[in-house]
């Protein structure tokens, strides 16, 4: 499976932005698929989730209300939308898949990983 993350950028404090993963190589419906960050000097920190079958979604505290997971199947890609951007959500996100969603949520849990896309959160 390869994961390709796309989206990422210079917004400004309050903006919007939505990120992008696109899976090849199998069918993402199989797989649960989430989002990660790391900030400069810092750990890889879970994002948000969402299960293969139903669509359940799991978020981090820091992001709850702000930040929406959601999927397209047909395309094989998972969504990350982010709202009311703040300059701690400035980080390298990167998406991960697996075919079990408790390895999803864990940093270093998830089978597939993508390659970063950089969002800076300027203010």
């Known amino acids: 499976v390869q994961l390709q993350a796309f989206g990422g950028g210079l917004v400004q404090v309050g903006g919007s932005l939505r990120l992008s993963c696109a899976a090849s190589g199998r069918s993402a419906s199989s797989l649960s698929m989430g989002w990660f960050r790391q900030a400069p000097g810092m750990e890889r920190k879970f994002v948000a989730a969402i299960s293969s079958s139903d669509g359940i979604t799991h978020y981090a505290d820091s992001v709850k209300g702000r930040f929406t997971i959601s999927r397209d199947n047909v395309k094989n890609t998972v969504y990350l939308e982010m709202t009311s951007l703040k300059p701690e959500d400035t980080a390298v996100y990167y998406c991960?898949?697996?075919?079990?969603?408790?390895?999803?949520?864990?940093?270093?849990?998830?089978?597939?990983w993508g390659q970063g896309t950089e969002v800076t959160v300027s203010s």
């Open positions: 991960a898949a697996d075919p079990y969603m408790v390895m999803v949520v864990m940093p270093k849990g998830a089978e597939y």
